[in-house]
């Protein structure tokens, strides 16, 4: 199975920050990456894929990058809605796997 | 938008079929997927199938306890769950690359 290992775990930032997340897949997933944000009690919601992809409707202060087994997710000039659970997932094989999740909190 | 339905709190050994309708998109050109994540905890993918339904794919989890099935003339995707077991609670979510429903809750529990 590909492993997905994101960092950090958590992160702690002020609004207008710019925060980064790495995901790291444990082999070659090509482009087949994406990025989704849960808030509490609330159903993933899907941002970026594949890698640099923004779904629509999201805004542009995120972005996503990297190819092969290095990817990031960057989010410009923090919002408070922003607050939130990141995950990385890959789709290049089966079973398809997950990071195990960035928080993001208020500083 | 994609509506889940049919979880409920169920006794171990127990059997029950979750329910994901699909509205507002093309259901028949995406490839769908259950994804469940235990209370607290991280998101686990449990199963996949192609959008006409001919190629199925399951996680060693629920394989031979779980099967995926769709019904594209009414906008449906199901999943029959049989064996259940306590570590099988969890919210259970039905989603494609762009689209994700807001989850139906498995209780498994004596």
């Known amino acids: 199975d590909i492993q997905m290992t994101q960092s950090p775990s958590s992160v702690s930032a002020s609004v207008g920050d710019t925060v980064t997340i790495t995901c790291r897949a444990s082999?070659?997933?090509?482009?087949?990456l994406g990025w989704l944000q849960q808030k509490p009690g609330k159903a993933p919601k899907p941002l970026v894929y594949p890698a640099s992809s923004l779904q629509s409707g999201v805004p542009s202060r995120f972005s996503g990058s990297g190819s092969g087994t290095e990817f990031t997710l960057t989010i410009v000039s923090l919002r408070p809605e922003d607050y939130a659970t990141y995950y990385c997932h890959q789709t290049s094989t089966f079973p398809r796997t997950f990071g195990g999740g960035t928080r993001v909190d208020i500083k | 938008q994609l509506v889940e339905s049919g979880g409920d709190l169920v006794q171990p050994g127990g059997s029950l079929r979750l329910s994901c309708v699909a509205s507002?998109?093309?259901?028949?050109?995406?490839?769908m997927n259950w994804i469940r994540q235990a209370p607290g905890k991280g998101l686990e993918w449990i199963a996949y199938t192609t959008n006409s339904g001919n190629v199925l794919q399951y996680a060693d989890s629920v394989r031979g306890r779980f099967t995926i099935s769709r019904d594209n003339s009414q906008n449906l995707l199901l999943l029959q769950m049989t064996g259940l077991r306590v570590e099988d609670t969890a919210f259970y979510y039905c989603?494609?690359?762009?689209?994700w429903g807001q989850g139906t809750l498995v209780s498994v529990s004596s």
């Open positions: 507002g998109f093309t259901f028949s050109n995406y490839e």
């Open positions: 989603a494609n690359s762009v689209l």
């Open positions: 082999q070659n997933i090509g482009n087949w």
